[in-house]
């Protein structure tokens, strides 16, 4: 049985530390676009794996560390349950496509 799709913004994330790629990723941050609009969609399988099977969700969730007050505007959503491995989460997923389609879309940017 497939689980019902979540999705509810979440607090800020802080990485748990700073890795290598997250350090080298932390000085760049800079060049990413400031009138940028992002929108972090990622998974929890719900496994007790806090992963997509291949993201960690800590790992994911750190794009939001490095942009959140850099960018126009960010937002992040989980997708839980077995639609929420790494490779499923855009195929026939209904909630994934309305929510890129919606915020593709939408004039302000914000997604409902």
Known sequence: MTDLISCSPLPMA?????????KKLWRL?????????VLNIYG??????HSDG???MPSA???????????ASYQ??????????????????PFVDDALIDYLWRKDGKFK
């Open 14 to 22: 802080s990485p748990p530390s700073f890795g290598q790629s997250l």
């Open 29 to 37: 941050r800079n060049n990413f676009p400031a009138q940028a609009h």
């Open 44 to 49: 929890n399988l719900q496994d007790g794996s």
């Open 54 to 56: 291949v993201i960690t």
């Open 61 to 71: 969730r750190s794009l939001g560390y490095l942009l959140k007050n850099r960018v």
């Open 76 to 93: 992040e959503y989980q997708v839980q349950g077995p639609t929420a491995q790494h490779s499923k989460l855009h195929e026939n997923n």
